[in-house]
């Protein structure tokens, strides 16, 4: 039944946090965008955090030794360009990329960026997504944990894991999902819906 269902999801959202697995993809400045498409970005859809939006531009990212095409662009536009990938992304690239929380790009990588009007050469910003929790303040109560905390996390999935070092990303601006990059969603066996358990 359709009530009990929506019961169910409720219930479930008070006791989990719904995971999310997170592709390889870039942010860019306005600067940076109008070099590569010629224009800001322009949403294709929003995300599951509040004003993120997936955008309609793609690029190229161009490593020493390998390079993936298509690749997603997130909006809006950043102070900071941030390239994040996963490990296996890197062996492929040829970048050995260190694993940090967004926006800790000092001392990281630099890759080449290509788009249908021109190339971006970053000196650094590339990243291994480190692994975290988007919370609210009403569900960081909820959940008993604090910003930066750092907690393991049991994923509900096919093939369930509890991972360490997740890192509790805490802001009114945020909504409750857990990213995992596309390595960690695959040793799961992550499907789109499942939740994760916050441990201590």
Known sequence: MPELDALAEAVARR???????S?????????????????????????????????QERVTI??????????????PERKEAQVEISLTDGRTLGIDAPIRLSGDVKNTPG????????????????????????LDPDSARRFSVRDRQVVKLKTLTRRPVIWEDV???VSADFAPYAHLDFDEANACGFRNGDFGRILP
């Not at 006791?15 to 697995?21: H, R, T, Y």
């Not at 021109?118 to 480190?130: F, K, M, T």
């Open 167 to 169: 890192v509790v990303r």
């Open 23 to 55: 592709a390889r993809h870039v942010h860019l400045t306005t600067q940076q965008a109008k070099i590569l498409f010629g224009h800001g970005l322009t949403p294709k859809r929003p995300l599951s955090q509040p004003g993120q939006f997936l955008s």
């Open 15 to 21: 006791l989990f946090v719904e995971l999310e697995a």
């Open 62 to 75: 161009v490593g020493p030794k390998g390079q993936f095409s298509n690749v997603a662009v997130l909006g």
């Open 111 to 134: 890759i080449t960026l290509e788009g249908p009007m021109g190339r971006v050469a970053l000196d650094d910003g590339v990243i291994v997504a480190q692994r975290h929790i988007h």
